[in-house]
């Protein structure tokens, strides 16, 4: 509570970092109402993260009604701020045709901006899209391996599995590669081992 009374005397004050940082606060305790007025203050100032969040809010329909419209609108000046989360969820929509025309080029781009600013979610994506040609004119499994090694690197777990299925030649036996599938195999057991990995 006393850190709550800090930030609501900065935030009080202009300090735009206090207001995004209270919006979240007020989020964390599902206090929307609250939430959505400093975190739409700090983005009346141009605060990348705050206006993410708020994409995120109105994506999702957290303590609002869902708003696709306005969602991406805020997500897409993040995203033009440098918010590489934003590059991520807006891929779904040009992926999907969402709000905009469809256009699976532009969210490739999206999704490998994300990837390369962090995001160890759009590296799976891609990686998944070029195994199983989603959304794409076709399937590149050196590429789909290319992106979830970044995936594993950026802290995707998930994406060992998939690495050890390919090289596992489950895929195309072409992939086959047994000093691969032993290395990937060994990963997944050892992050099962740690609790890292859900065993399914």
Do not use: R
Request: hydrophobic share 40%.
């Amino acid at each position: 509570m006393k850190n709550l009374d800090y930030l609501l005397k900065k935030a009080q004050s202009g300090d735009i970092d206090s207001q995004h940082q209270l919006g979240l606060e007020y989020f964390d305790n599902n206090d929307y109402p609250n939430a959505l007025k400093w975190l739409n203050e700090a983005a009346s100032k141009d605060h990348p993260g705050a206006i993410f969040m708020l994409g995120c809010i109105y994506n999702n329909g957290w303590g609002v009604k869902v708003d696709k419209a306005k969602a991406f609108e805020l997500l897409k000046k993040a995203s033009e701020l440098g918010v590489h989360g934003a590059d991520f969820l807006l891929s779904f929509f040009y992926l999907e045709g969402e709000v905009v025309k469809q256009d699976t080029h532009k969210a490739q781009l999206l999704l490998a901006k994300a990837a390369v600013g962090g995001v160890s979610d759009a590296a799976a994506s891609l990686g998944k899209m070029y195994l199983n040609g989603a959304y794409l004119s076709e399937i590149d499994h050196k590429k789909a391996i290319q992106w979830f090694k970044e995936a594993y690197q950026l802290g995707d777990n998930e994406s060992a599995c998939d690495l050890f299925a390919i090289y596992k030649g489950e895929y195309d036996p072409e992939d086959a590669d047994p000093k691969q599938a032993e290395y990937w195999n060994h990963i997944v057991d050892q992050l099962l081992d740690e609790g890292k990995l859900n065993d399914e």
